[in-house]
């Protein structure tokens, strides 16, 4: 303990030297990031799975799931890939970016054992109370429908777990700058996941005011919650705890650059400003889902919902520039310089972790991000409040952007980290495709039935046993259709991700030193690190056009909206 | 690199790429377009939700609907009455489980004050095909002025989860031509399917 305290004075662990980047790895630290991810992968597994049966519930021709099951798979679903899958991952992300990218210890790994056993505990005790059946409430569990109380406390060990490894990260960062493992300014991954961290710990607190006393009503001792109340509150942590994620993936893709590009920030100032805006603004979300609702003022909701004019979203923008013009004007660096897009046809396509990430950044921006500022928008979330619009606009950021962020990631943590060789390299080569273009599918498609006017988490929507009978368009039973083949692909995509991993962490070759890695790294090494990257002068002609398209499909899908809703019977 | 620390150490004195500088300013500008654009709407706009809403009890606002119900009631349609409040005038209709409950005829191009709220929990009206969606919260009288700009027969679908018969709760409207008599509407009933 003593060395410990002492400022400047480095505390002595066992650590390896990482052949590859040369980065000084603290053993700890890399057990605590492969339990994580492990648990991760386990929860992306059973979540996916529901994931498929809901999809092929809600494909027409396909109908799989009683009601009552349906319900409950569903809820079980939202559960395990949106919190366990995601926040396993992340946990691993602030553990890698706050040590090993650092050269620096982890603190005190007994705890974060402890914090993992408790998310485990949580994460398993949430779904045994979904599958006792009387707990399908949803994700969002909107009183006064009520859960059992063991649902909520689920919930909330998970959730302390979680704020006990992000204070962890706070306490390496602390630590590593007093030890001083590495020096001036954090590198800019680890500034992405501090990022992610602060808006954690916002997020937590909004879940901890709002589950407890939803978990002491559930127990009778309070005569009841505001729904209205519930949903301001609970939102705090629900939409807050996307941004968390955005945080983390935007990391991530400023990470691959580095790895296997050689890639350098355009400008430190401007992707560490964008961050910062994510950490002002992002929490005024909460209005986002508040947009339909009863009492509340035009100027509340305009103002939060736009995140304050929306300078959050600049936020994502700027990274929409800065994360693909860095990789440009590497790609440029290592000799690709023909032309408009030579740099990208001779990407590292064929490496799961580029071509994960390259998919999860255009597919982020395209689909998650455009139909996110559509539906939060003041008017604009009339057309499509409730409908499946909602989950195709969340599946474009949580599963094109986030989890497929994450696949990729994942091809590095394997060989760099469970030090295994991937096995069955062909299967990881088109698993990012094939994972992406069913996610991207289904976000279409749902996004589409959507805007039909299609409701979300609806068991039936040819209404047969409703008593006044209603029929969807043809054109909505296409959509549903085609969502459902698409979720297929998906969990093609899926399934291959969790037998590559499986695979590579049992029975993946061992990586010795000198071996050669079947998916390298940027040949650069650590040494270029700091030089490589930009030209003094940066022409990005590639990068420009890509935003320049995206700007435009951005302009024009907002106004064919408010045409849309300009079409709506007249309300004030 | 992203994953070294910074070159300069104070990084915010470094120069800003002029491709980022000309991005930024357009993605800011876009921004507040976005931002005033929502402002504007509630002055050029004819579809802005009102903040118009009550606290209520889930049993006073039951009373209130079933007065309003037998006050006007036309008709009835398997069990639900159907009821045509004068043009113009206060009107309500409740969510509960499973149904949204009564049926309302309402007349083209007239504004209604358009009552809404939920007696147990909470429910989405989604109006359909016209699809608007609204929140229905037990406990909050949410006054919204309507006017069907389209007549025919219009689906009330329920898009907020409310338990096990979620998928069974419906509603109907009717919108009838401005004083329009009986026949013509079913004849424009038929032409929408």
Known sequence: MTAETAVGVARQFTSRTCQFTGLRVDVA??????????????????????????????????????????????????????????????????????????????????????????????????????????????????????????????????????????????????????????????????????????????????????????????????????????????????HASQQINVSAHVSLWYLVGALLLGAKPLSEKVSRTAFFLYILFLQLASAHHLLAEPGLSASWKIVNTSYMMYLAVLGSMIHGLTVPGSWEAAQRRNGYDKGMFEWLRKAPWGNPAFSGTFLSLVMFGFIGGISGVVLGTEQLNVLMHNTLYVPGHFHGTVVTGTTLAFMAATYLVLPLIFQREIIWPKLAKIQPYLFGIGAAGISLFMMGAGTLGVARRHWDITFSDAELNFAHSAGAFLMMGLNGVFAVIAALGGIIYVLVVVGTVLWGKKITSGHKLTFPLHAGGAAAASQYGSHATVKLPGTIVLIAIFFVSFVLYYFINWKYLSELWLFR | MAIAPPEQ??????????????????????????????????????????????????????????????????????????????????????????????????????SYRFHLSSIDWQHGFSLQPTNINLQVHPGYEHVITLTPTETGQFGIVCNEFCGIGHHTMTGKIYVTQKKAETAPRVAQKEERR
Do not use: C
């Open chain 1, 29 to 238: 630290a890399q057990n605590l990031i492969k339990a994580n991810a492990v648990a991760a992968v386990v929860f992306l597994a059973i979540g996916g799975l529901m994931g498929l049966l809901v999809a092929l519930t809600r494909w027409p021709a396909v109908h799989l799931l009683p009601a009552e099951w349906f319900y409950l798979v569903l809820t079980g679903h939202g559960a395990n890939v949106l919190l366990f899958w995601i926040i396993f991952f992340e946990m691993a992300v602030l553990i890698f970016a706050s040590t090993i990218l650092l050269n620096a210890r982890m603190v005190m790994p007994k705890l974060a054992w402890f914090a993992f056993i408790l998310m485990v505990v949580g994460a398993v005790l949430g779904n045994v109370a979904v599958l006792q059946g009387e707990s399908s409430v949803m994700f969002t569990s909107y009183p006064p429908m009520m859960a059992k109380p063991h649902f909520y406390l689920a919930l909330i060990l998970f959730a302390v777990g979680a704020l006990i490894v992000v204070g962890q990260f706070f306490a390496n960062l602390i630590v590593a700058k007093e030890e001083g493992a590495f020096q001036g300014s954090m590198p800019l991954v680890t500034f992405g996941a501090l990022t992610a961290a602060i808006i954690a710990v916002w997020t937590i607190l909004s879940g901890a005011a709002i589950l407890i006393p939803t978990l002491m009503w559930s127990m009778g001792w309070l005569s009841d919650v505001d729904p209205l109340v519930y949903k301001v509150v609970w939102w705090g942590m629900g």
């Open chain 2, 9 to 110: 150490r104070i990084w915010w004195r470094e120069p800003i790429e002029r491709v980022e500088l000309t991005w930024i300013v357009i993605a800011f500008l876009w921004a507040l377009f976005m931002f005033f654009f929502m402002i504007a709407w509630h002055f050029i706009g004819q579809q802005n939700l009102s903040p118009e809403a009550y606290r209520i009890l889930p049993s006073a606002y039951e009373q209130k609907v079933e007065e309003f119900a037998k006050k006007y009631q036309v008709r009835e349609e398997k069990g639900v009455p159907v009821v045509r409040p004068p043009a113009g005038s206060d009107v309500y209709m409740l969510g509960r489980l499973w149904q949204w409950w009564p049926i309302l005829e309402l007349e083209q191009g007239q």
